[in-house]
């Protein structure tokens, strides 16, 4: 008797979109579900370890580098696969999301690199998940363009040579895809976004000379890393183009894989392209990991820490010092600022940070930068120009005089700096903003001339919460308590209604956003991410 057919993936309580037939067909559908059946087991196994994992910091209050895996950080003999020509020169990227604006922006950008993105500056409606896969392929052959309805103002993309190189970022192995099940299962959003982009892409991107190439996020372990590569190997094969084709680079924004970054390497050795430094979900993650470590990891206000911190700057040469030595792109971190129309003072004042920012890693060895906005890609570019030249790169320069311990990365009482009560209205003012951007269906958000995405979120929700559980007393002589919380949010609405008015504040989701906040900041049991019980509330 012959075994039965696999069930079918079926489209689940969603809208019916334009096009969506483009992308959504019989064998890219049956693409992602062979991946949910192959990898998905593996993936939940995984998301248990990291529950296991941090019930082990909750009782020991360290981490150090892993005993078993000592063999592969001694070995000097392997390199990740040669660089392909189009991901040798990362000295800026840009990152955004998949909207179709952003789309031919982002490419004619002059930034070398543009970081595509599904994860945190997307709110993955089923609208954005479906026409963010239909845009990608719209510029890949060239049948792009925009007209903004407000100010009549066309867009459409440079000639082929000068367009950035497309790095694709697909969500987090936490995340699932609601509209997308097999047998009543949803399919991880991470299979979704990487299984329909690799299937329609793969061979058309390398018909253009370039290849699939992807930004891996929120890795916590080198085996979340080896799954990556069993996915690459197994898509490689099924839509036949050679092994080593697909590249990744990892984002260590967890204070775990930052105790992993040659093991990760290593596992996905014929695949990786590199490693990024990404600030605020690394904060966020040595909250979460450390909540209950006792006043040395109470973090003061976000931008109190700067990269210059002891602990982080432990973090960020590391990372140079063990890509360079492994054959791998250093990546360094986010300029968020976004150019005021209307303040050159704040221009002055800001660019100069960025350009600090910039010269400082590429003084350290990085090899190319984030930038949230076209405006900053000369500035980053100068930054890089001046220690690169013609070089695409520094990976010769070896950093060995880097010596990370363990304790370093974790050493946040080495930081002198203590939360604040103007820090706390921050954290509480952008995150009721941003969330409630993101229930809108927006997840790049524009705040106090930043552009947030869902990591900003993350980290005021988490220090609202460590402050609150620390006991914090502020400068001002109040503590942190739910009450205060909650008085402070209920401000800040009040703000935001006289500022926007009663009718957009009425048409908006602002009483919802503060809400979630709230339950988020304030529920003792710390729920992992913030986006979970926001995508329970996300329309579409």
């Known amino acids: 008797m012959s075994a039965p057919a696999p069930s079918p993936l079926a489209i689940v309580d969603a809208e019916p979109l334009p096009r969506q037939e483009e992308v959504l067909t019989e064998p890219a559908l049956a693409f992602v579900a062979e991946l949910h059946r192959r990898f998905t087991p593996r993936r939940d196994e995984l998301l248990a370890r990291r529950a296991e994992r941090r019930a082990e910091i909750a009782r020991t209050s360290t981490l150090d580098f892993l005993p078993e895996t000592a063999a ?79 100010s009549g103002k066309s867009y459409a993309l440079k000639d082929a040579d000068q367009l950035a190189t497309v790095v694709m970022r697909p969500r987090g192995w936490h995340l699932n895809e609601r509209h997308l099940q097999v047998d009543g299962v949803p399919v991880p959003g991470a299979l979704v976004d990487f299984g329909l982009y690799f299937f329609h892409n793969a061979q058309r991107l390398l018909d253009l000379g370039k290849g699939p190439y992807f930004y891996l996020p929120k890795t916590e372990s080198h085996l979340e890393a080896r799954l990556w590569n069993e996915v690459f190997v197994f898509a490689q094969d099924y839509v036949g183009i050679p092994q080593g084709t697909v590249r990744a680079t990892v984002l260590i924004e967890t204070i775990t894989a930052a105790y992993e970054m040659e093991e990760i390497l290593y596992e996905l050795r014929d695949h990786a392209s590199g490693l990024n430094a990404g600030r605020w979900d690394y904060l966020f993650s040595i909250v979460k990991n450390f909540r209950d470590g006792g006043q040395k990891f109470v973090l003061p206000d976000r931008n109190a820490v700067t990269m210059t911190a002891p602990f982080m700057r432990a973090y960020t040469e590391l990372l140079v010092r063990t890509c360079h030595k492994r054959g791998a792109h250093a990546i360094g971190g986010m300029a968020a600022f976004i150019p005021s129309r209307r303040d050159a003072e704040v221009n002055k004042v800001a660019f100069e940070k960025v350009r600090a920012d910039k010269d400082r ?124 919380a909650r008085k402070v949010a209920a401000e800040e609405l009040a703000n935001i209604r006289a500022e926007i008015g009663e009718e957009a504040f009425a048409a908006g989701h602002w009483q919802q956003a503060h809400d979630l906040l709230l339950e988020v900041s304030l529920d003792q049991d710390y729920v992992d991410f913030l986006t979970l019980p926001a995508y329970e509330q996300l329309r579409g």
């Open 72 to 150: 592969v950080r001694a070995d000097d003999s392997w390199r990740v696969a040669v660089c392909p020509p189009a991901l040798q020169d990362r000295r800026v990227e840009i990152t955004g999301p998949t909207d179709r604006k952003m789309t031919i922006n982002a490419l004619n950008s002059g930034a070398r690199v543009w970081l595509a993105d599904f994860e945190d500056a997307s709110a993955p409606t089923w609208e954005n998940v479906v026409l963010g896969q239909i845009n990608l392929s719209d510029a890949y052959t060239r049948n792009i363009d925009f007209t903004d309805e407000r």
């Open 361 to 484: 890693e590429a003084g350290d060895g990085f090899d190319g930068s984030w930038v949230a906005h076209p405006d900053l890609v000369p500035i980053a570019m100068e930054s890089f120009d001046k220690v690169l030249g013609d070089r695409p790169n520094q990976k010769d320069r070896l950093r060995e005089d880097v010596h990370v311990e363990a304790a370093d990365l974790i050493a946040v009482d080495s930081l002198d700096a203590k939360p604040t009560y103007p820090g706390l209205v921050n954290a509480v003012q952008v995150g009721i903003r941003y969330i409630e951007a993101w229930l809108r269906g927006l997840g790049a958000v524009a705040i106090f001339n930043l552009m947030e995405d869902a990591a900003t979120a993350e980290i005021s929700r988490s220090q609202i919460w460590q402050w609150i559980n620390a006991g914090v007393e502020f400068e001002n002589g109040e503590h942190a308590t739910p009450e205060l």
